[in-house]
C-alpha cells in the first residue's frame, strides 16, 4: 500500500494499468473507495473563491424520463 498521495497523473496511470491487467486476464474486480475530502484538506487557493449558492429546490427542473412499456 502506497505511503504517500499521488498525483493525479500517476493514479490515473496506475488505475488504467489495474484495469487492463484485471481484464487481460479475464476476471478480477477492483474497488474503489474516496475519502471524503473537508475543507480544512482543500488546498488553500481552492477555498478562496467560493462556489455560487445553488437555487432552491422548487427552482429547478428536472427533465422527466420517460420508459417504454
Not at 24 to 41: A, C, E
Amino acid at each position: 500500500m502506497a505511503t504517500s498521495q499521488l498525483s493525479t497523473d500517476e493514479f490515473l496511470t496506475r488505475l488504467a494499468t489495474l484495469f487492463e491487467s484485471r481484464r487481460s486476464i479475464n476476471h478480477g474486480s477492483v474497488f474503489l473507495t474516496q475519502k471524503r475530502l473537508s475543507p480544512q484538506d482543500l488546498p488553500k487557493a481552492a477555498t478562496d473563491t467560493p462556489l455560487p449558492p445553488l437555487p432552491p429546490l422548487s427552482q429547478i427542473s428536472i427533465p422527466h424520463i420517460h420508459s417504454q412499456s
